[in-house]
């Protein structure tokens, strides 16, 4: 059909006003939806742009058009990704665009021309290129930050912010976020930061999604019309709830057989399909569960032949059994494979690449694959709408269903794209529709000062300016919007408390006074007797406790008295036996209310807890002590008492109605105290970055890293320390409690700070002794140091250190095999793999410092990257 003149007009005027839109479309293979040209065009025009639009929708295309600008102008450009997977995948697509000579790859443990006119990079490389002033940003024409709804993240998204505010304003910056309901207030923070902006918002995906719920052998649709359930399936559904109305019944539901489930898909021509199982072990369980399917061809049998064949050639063969190397190539043959972070990186690579080709036709994966990797399926599968956080199980919010389920539907490929949620007695019909049509997530700063980041900031801004900076965050900006509604409510209280106050007003005497003694009583009667123990001086206790020593433990679920038997080996964790023949080792957090040394017994040489009949003379030796939890009720406080006195003789309290003017106060009360409660909340969140800063300020000048704003030799070394320990691993380097390790033992030491255990399993696997051991614990003494320090300063204080994968490091570095080294380990090839390579990170960074363990720290390195560690390490 012929264009009307009117769109021929528009049509001419577009190539005329943005030629360089106009020949970078010529390449593209479909038409630009009509946010996409909206970006460009104001990208061409010299505008940052912040672009919202859902999974799938193509939001990239306008990173590419800002690379394509910054080519063709002679300008450098930087597309910065969360993850490295996403790195490798763009770096592969812009060599095949703009060749290899012309791009550039950095990814913290991978640099591959980082001089080059366009470099893909992670989201942390180019924030420490900005505090190092590295010359690789001359000439920088365009930065994009895709995926910048990571912000929100609470481990790594003030990194996103850090680069925001401190990058050149003059450097256009092109942010890519998924739909978000707030999009609006980021926007308007950004232009306070980085200058006049566009905002482009589509929520229209490219492929519409339909949604089923499959109950039993049947799919419903979940919608009925708009965002109303289907009454049909409610109906079916409640049906089913009220037969396993109780829990031992719902527990005897089995949901249909997941190879059953992959049929029906199928059979509806369906697949390829994602099942997104929030379970590492139940994703790999999922893929025996189909061990019966076959999905392929003989043709694509051998081609996904061949590409398992030339990744076996590439890792070391004794390598290979550790790996499950058999077992996986087989389901990845028949086109079944999982995807989770307990895989080695070359296996999850080639499945994405497989599964891309059309090869692969299921995936059993977590939610990590949803993280903007370019691997959509023409269905997603939710079994669960739960998932454990690392401290309970909680339901999915609306923002991670859309992110799962935005995967379905391939632009180019499918019609449509179809989520189904598989039934159990768990779903409810109408809440499970409220969490597909919610359309409010909202993006929060988790922006948070750190150690580097300050010294960093003296360094380049002096005080003032950094505090300036610090305040132009967006967690601020969210802050200072929240107190405006903070203080109509403090408004409204107290209009509230002047009309009540009328009602109680008392012919005997002043009402209010009166009740703000019986107030005081009330208060003094509930107060807790059982205030929480601050942590360090529970540390000192238990550091410093003896054989024979009585301990009082105060409050929680080891409340009581407990006999030391033996000091602790770990640090501040000794091994105690209770009155009721408990024997278990006492940690820090055992004793939140508390503990006490209450007496001291001479014990016998020779005792051992071990053996049943010396555990009895352990506890006779106890019981003769004599000691016991004072249970006794104190004497009434001379407080107290002359607050009752008080009350009996005020005027008021002979009044007929005071239990009735008395009932209204409380109401007073209760606003008053909500007042308060509102007040602190207006303190707390006033300044609250720029006062963060002032208290890690503190810490600094008392460790004499800085002296006001002059940065002593050792801050500048902190300024190069990357870590979320970063103040402890400068402290480790000034101190030189490494210097005499071998490269080996570094490794293993190093790998306390990087490691956090997932499960308590693996928080027990077996730690070296001799100089390892006592490495670890100077550290942990440092620890302790810094720890108390940020308690005074009213800071949130790091995370204890983790000795869980030291004894695996040391293996490694030692030469032993991959099978070795996992063995008698709850550690996944996939978990080690990851873990090595955030050492590598934290070697590297020690290693390029000038101090006299950069060499130890080099020679680590060489030993970490072998094997399987050195070639996930490769630019896939």
Not at 8 to 36: G, M, Y
Not at 383 to 394: D, I, Q, S
Not at 643 to 652: A, D, I, N, V, Y
């Amino acid at each position: 059909m012929e264009s009307s003149p009117s769109a021929r007009f528009a049509a001419s005027k577009n190539r005329v006003s943005h030629p360089e839109f106009q020949r970078f479309i010529s390449n593209l293979s479909f038409t630009p939806d009509d946010f996409q040209v909206e970006a460009c065009h104001a990208l061409e025009d010299g505008f940052g742009v912040l672009v919202a639009a859902p999974t799938g929708a193509g939001k990239t295309v306008v990173g590419e058009f800002a690379t394509f600008l910054a080519y063709e102008r002679g300008k450098k450009v930087f597309y910065t990704t969360p993850i490295k997977a996403l790195s490798n995948q763009k770096y592969s697509e812009f060599v095949e665009r703009y060749g290899s000579d012309h791009v550039g790859l950095l990814t913290g443990d991978i640099s591959v021309n980082g001089e080059a006119p366009i470099v893909v990079m992670t989201t942390e490389v180019l924030r420490n290129m900005i505090y190092a002033g590295s010359n690789t940003l001359d000439n920088l024409g365009f930065v994009v930050l895709d995926e910048v709804h990571f912000l929100g993240d609470k481990f790594r998204g003030a990194v996103w912010e850090e680069i925001l505010i401190h990058l050149p304003q003059e450097i256009p910056v092109i942010s890519l976020s998924a739909t978000v309901s707030n999009v609006e207030e980021f926007g308007e923070w950004l232009a306070t930061v980085r200058g006049e902006i566009r905002i482009i918002l589509s929520e229209t995906r490219p492929v519409p999604l339909h949604q089923y719920v499959l109950q039993g052998h049947d799919f419903f649709p979940l919608l009925a019309e708009g965002t109303s359930p289907n009454k049909d399936l409610v109906r079916i559904s409640q049906n089913y709830q009220k037969v396993y109305r109780n829990r031992d019944m719902r527990n005897e539901y089995r949901q249909l057989p997941r190879s059953e489930v992959v049929n029906k898909l199928a059979e509806r021509n369906m697949l390829p399909a994602i099942f997104f199982i929030f379970s590492r072990a139940a994703c790999d369980a999922a893929v025996k569960s189909c061990s019966k399917l076959d999905l392929t061809s003989n043709e694509e049998k051998s081609i996904i032949r061949s590409r398992i064949e030339a990744l076996a050639n590439v890792i070391a063969p004794e390598d290979l059994s550790a790996l499950n190397f058999g077992e996986w190539s087989k389901a990845l043959e028949r086109g079944i494979a999982s995807h989770h972070a307990g895989l080695i990186p070359p296996f999850k690579e080639l499945t994405e690449e497989l599964f891309q080709a059309g090869y692969i036709r299921v995936v059993f994966a977590t939610e990590t694959l949803a993280l903007g990797i370019n691997m959509p399926a023409k269905t997603v599968v939710l079994e669960k709408l739960t998932k454990w956080n690392g401290e309970a199980h909680v339901e999915i919010s609306p923002g991670e269903f859309t992110q799962l389920t935005g995967r379905a539907g391939r632009r180019g490929i499918d019609i449509e794209g179809n989520a189904v949620i598989v039934w159990s007695p768990e779903v409810d019909i109408p809440s499970l529709a409220g969490l597909a049509t919610t359309r409010t997530y909202p993006l929060r700063s988790s922006f948070y000062p750190t150690y580097n980041m300050a010294v960093n900031l003296l360094s380049t801004s002096g005080k003032n300016t950094a505090r300036e900076l610090l305040a132009s965050s967006f967690a601020q900006f969210q802050a200072d919007r929240s107190v405006v509604g903070i203080a109509r409510q403090i408004a409204k209280n107290e209009n509230a408390i002047r009309e009540i106050n009328k009602e109680i007003d008392c012919h005997l005497g002043d009402f209010t006074s009166y009740a703000a003694i019986r107030r005081q009583i009330k208060e003094y009667e509930k107060k807790d007797r059982n205030t929480k123990a601050s942590l360090p001086e529970v540390i000192e206790t238990l550091g410093g406790v003896n054989r024979g020593a009585i301990l009082a433990i105060g409050g929680g679920r080891r409340n009581g008295i407990a006999l030391v038997i033996e000091r602790g080996h770990e640090y501040a964790r000794p091994l105690v036996i209770t009155l009721d023949k408990r024997v278990h080792r006492l940690s820090p957090n055992d004793c939140q209310y508390g503990v006490n040394v209450v007496g001291q017994l001479k014990i016998p040489g020779g005792l051992s807890h071990k053996n049943s009949k010396d555990k009895s003379q352990w506890l006779d030796l106890f019981r003769q002590s004599g000691v016991k939890r004072n249970t006794a009720v104190e004497e009434e406080d001379s407080v107290l008492i002359e607050l009752r006195t008080s009350m009996r003789s005020h005027p008021c309290h002979a009044c007929n109605d005071r239990e009735e003017h008395a009932r209204i106060s409380e109401r007073s009360d209760r606003l008053e105290r909500e007042i308060i409660d509102l007040q602190k909340r207006v303190e707390n969140r006033t300044h609250v970055i720029p006062r963060t800063f002032d208290q890690i300020c503190s810490v600094l000048s008392e460790l004499n890293y800085i002296n006001g704003e002059e940065i002593a030799p050792e801050g500048k070394i902190l300024s190069s320390i990357y870590s979320e320990f970063d103040l402890l691993v400068s402290e480790s380097l000034r101190q030189k409690i490494w210097n005499e390790l071998t490269p080996a033992e570094l490794a293993s030491v190093l790998s306390a700070i990087i490691f956090q255990a997932r499960n308590d399993d693996e928080a027990k696997m077996k730690t070296p002794k001799g100089v390892i051991l006592e490495a670890t614990k100077a550290m942990e003494r440092i620890w302790f140091a810094i720890h108390t320090l940020e308690t005074k300063n009213r800071l949130d204080t790091m995370r204890q250190l983790d000795t869980g994968l030291t004894w695996a490091t040391y293996r490694w570095a030692s030469g032993a095999t991959l099978s070795e080294v996992l063995e008698n380990t709850d550690l996944t090839a996939g978990d080690f793999v990851r873990q090595m390579k955030q050492l590598l990170d934290l070697l590297t960074q020690i290693s390029a410092l000038s101090n006299p363990l950069s060499f130890a720290a080099s020679e680590a390195t060489k030993l970490l990257k072998r094997g399987v560690i050195a070639y996930s390490n490769q630019v896939a």
